[in-house]
């Protein structure tokens, strides 16, 4: 028989294994509907998007957990703009607070 202690032990894990953060960031609005477009699927931080990528999304899905997106690189709250998107679908983001075509990194909240 499992004791308490080992059932509390498996939930913890199973807490932990779900709170992963994950993002899907596309380069057209609307998750690039009807339009060719890269997407970019994370648990990372980003302090930089990347010259092929930077300045060109404009929307994205958060799967789990709450990003932070910013419109300056290096995840930096004293540069540009940021705003925090916790899971949900944003079809723009300029809707949301970050200009379209601006975002440079990204980086789940503890
Ligand atoms: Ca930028």
Aim: proline share 5%; with cysteine.
């Amino acid at each position: 028989m499992p004791s308490n202690n080992d059932k509390l032990g498996a939930t913890e894990i199973s807490r932990g294994a779900t709170a992963l953060s994950e993002i899907v960031i596309y380069q057209h609005t609307r998750w690039n509907e009807g339009q060719y477009g890269w997407e970019l699927r994370t648990n990372l931080t980003w302090f930089y998007i990347g010259d092929d990528k930077n300045d060109q999304a404009s929307s994205c899905v958060v799967v789990s957990g709450t990003w932070r997106l910013y419109t300056e690189t290096g995840c930096d709250e004293n540069q540009g703009t940021y705003k925090d998107f916790g899971p949900g679908s944003y079809e723009r983001l300029e809707d949301y607070g970050i200009p379209n075509d601006s975002l440079s990194s990204f980086k789940p909240l503890p």
